[in-house]
């Protein structure tokens, strides 16, 4: 199982998420078993202008902070200034074991400069920065893409079969335009005709929120690898239970909950995230935590009572304490 050299333990991935994916959630996810991590998306142009206030090493540690026990760790890059681009990358190689280039995201600054999803729009574009990212990296080099701009230019076939000539390692399929959101299903048959057309490896990211979901995706895409978002930020230990399934192989049973979460299990990857929090960032920012506690209780059965209160804490032990209250369904 790899993707180039790059040799992979199991096909399952913590996918790239902005606001969450700091060093602490990275290593938690790793240790419960996804055999790579991503960045969010480091913005060429921010990070250039970080390195020429801070210097290489202080940008480095502000927007990646890179740890050695998560490797191996892809760095996802976002951009449009190939300059820019080309010098980042020079930079965060050595660093990283795969470079991602983003071009499914949908947020207006970044399409404001003529970045992320704008260049499924105007593929000419994509294809000319693609050439020369492809010359810049040595290491693994993966697309992340939507399934096109809106439900009348769906192009992420003919873009697929493009970058694969182009010299792209793998690529990554979020099956839903970039009007869509996140609204109806993201469209499996479409990544498995992505599959069945190119010869490179298709990691699949879109609604798998549990080990059922995970092996209905490799049914009906025949995908390569899959990308857990949600699903992780909800419930890191998703990864434990996708693991058991892909060692056993059998298929699981469809849960009736769609996070399928166990309380020891929520319980023990709280109390391992504040542990990491305080042994690995550069921050102690408690609203960060609060979000983080927020996910990980999200859909606890005592939620509505537990928000307010967790919103309220005025530290890391009372959030801890009121952490300790949560209890999901008794399966
Ligand atoms: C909070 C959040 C932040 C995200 N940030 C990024 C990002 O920085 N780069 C990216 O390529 N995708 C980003 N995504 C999209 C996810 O990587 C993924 O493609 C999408 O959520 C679908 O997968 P899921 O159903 O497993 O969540 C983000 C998603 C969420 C929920």
């Not at 499996?188 to 979901?213: A, F, H, Q």
Request: aromatic fraction near 10%; include cysteine.
């Amino acid at each position: 199982m790899r993707i180039k050299n790059l040799e992979l333990d199991n096909p399952f991935f913590l996918a790239p998420m902005e606001a969450v994916n700091c060093t602490s959630f990275r290593l938690l996810c790793k240790k419960r078993g996804a055999s790579l991590v991503f960045t969010d998306m480091v913005d060429a142009d921010i990070f250039m202008e970080k390195v020429s206030e801070l210097g290489k090493e202080k940008a480095i540690k502000l927007l990646i902070n890179p740890h050695p026990e998560e490797k191996p760790l892809a760095i996802q890059l976002g951009g449009a200034n190939i300059e820019t681009l080309k010098k980042t990358i020079a930079i965060i190689e050595p660093i990283a074991d795969l470079i991602d280039y983003n071009i499914g995201c949908p947020l207006p600054y970044m399409l404001g400069k003529k970045g992320g999803c704008y260049l499924m729009k105007h593929p000419d574009q994509l294809y000319k920065i693609i050439k020369e990212l492809r010359i810049a990296i040595t290491k693994p080099f993966t697309v992340k893409m939507r399934s096109g701009w809106d439900k009348n230019s769906i192009n992420a076939l003919k873009i697929a079969k493009e970058l694969e000539i182009l010299g792209v390692d793998a690529l990554t399929i979020h099956a839903r335009t970039r009007v869509q959101k996140y609204q109806d299903k993201s469209d499996w048959p479409l990544v498995r005709k992505i599959k069945e057309s190119v010869n490179i490896p298709i990691i699949l990211s879109g609604d798998v929120t549990n080990s059922y979901l995970a092996h209905m995706a490799f049914a009906h895409t025949k995908c390569d690898f899959i990308m857990i978002g949600r699903g992780a930020k909800n419930n890191p230990s998703i990864f434990v239970d996708l693991n058991n399934y892909w060692k056993t192989k059998k298929q699981p049973i469809k849960p009736t909950n769609i996070y399928d979460k166990k309380t020891d299990m929520v319980k023990r990857d709280f109390k391992y995230f504040i542990e990491l929090y305080e042994r690995v960032e550069n921050r102690n920012n408690l609203s960060e935590l609060k979000d983080h506690t927020l996910w990980f209780a999200r859909e606890c059965q005592n939620n509505k009572e537990l928000t307010q209160k967790f919103l309220l804490a005025k530290n890391k032990v009372q959030l801890h304490k009121l952490f300790n209250k949560v209890y999901f369904r008794i399966k």
